[in-house]
């Protein structure tokens, strides 16, 4: 990993900020990473290039997360995030978030598809109830997320929205988090240079609650969100 920053939550804690371009396994062997959230987009993708170790590791068909993923990408008409919980008391990862993305059929309600200006309001949200999911319902504290957006159209505002969704998450709940990893092909440095600026003094603001409705399913989650 590549350290980006270290994001400095009102309480006055420090929660790391890092970079890595790669893939899930390594970090989560490693033990780096407790938590993923990653787009439903398959084939040359986070998810596509990682879904056998993520089966393997959560003890989860890999058949059963490519049909949610499918089904949340191309069916599911409300921004909804897929909680898979790990099914493995030896796995490296307590959980996956299958998240709502630019490529999703419900990103058409928010903006034009695909790889306009990103909406923040749905980036935003869509990774606070992603880590709040996984902090409350896995006690994870070392969380991985690779883009939301379509393959090779990465934007700066996707992070930073990405960032102020953490920043406010740490803010109301003090030492929840250690690390957070963004992860993947389509991310680099320099998408990531706006972090820096959110340890400014005033400059995240706070999160504005959004209703959301969970049901639960044999060894899954949803989470839809409704704003």
Avoid at 26 to 36: N, W
Avoid at 111 to 134: K, L, Q, S, W
Wanted: proline share 4%; charged share 25%.
């Amino acid at each position: 990993m590549i350290p980006i920053t270290m994001l400095q939550p009102r309480d006055g804690s420090r929660v790391l900020v890092a970079f890595d371009h790669g893939y899930i396994e390594r970090l989560a062997r490693a033990g780096e990473v407790d938590a993923y959230i990653v787009a439903t987009e398959d084939g040359f993708s986070p998810l596509g290039g990682s879904r056998r170790f993520l089966s393997a590791d959560l003890g989860v068909p890999e058949n059963k997360i490519r049909q949610l993923a499918d089904w949340n990408r191309f069916e599911n008409p409300h921004a909804s995030l897929i909680a898979l919980d790990s099914q493995r008391k030896t796995s490296c990862l307590r959980g996956i978030v299958l998240a709502a993305s630019e490529t999703s059929e419900c990103y058409k309600c928010f903006a034009t598809p695909t790889y306009g200006r990103p909406h923040r309001d749905f980036y935003y949200n869509v990774t606070y109830e992603a880590i709040t999911h996984a902090v409350e319902c896995w006690g994870a504290r070392r969380i991985a997320l690779s883009h939301l957006s379509g393959c090779g159209k990465f934007h700066e505002d996707i992070a930073t929205c990405n960032a102020e969704a953490l920043a406010h998450y740490c803010d109301a709940h003090p030492a929840a988090i250690e690390s957070f990893v963004f992860l993947g092909c389509c991310i680099s440095r320099e998408h990531l240079s706006g972090i820096r600026r959110l340890n400014d003094e005033g400059t995240t603001g706070r999160h504005q609650p959004i209703r959301t409705r969970v049901e639960k399913h044999d060894g899954y989650t949803l989470v839809h969100l409704d704003w």
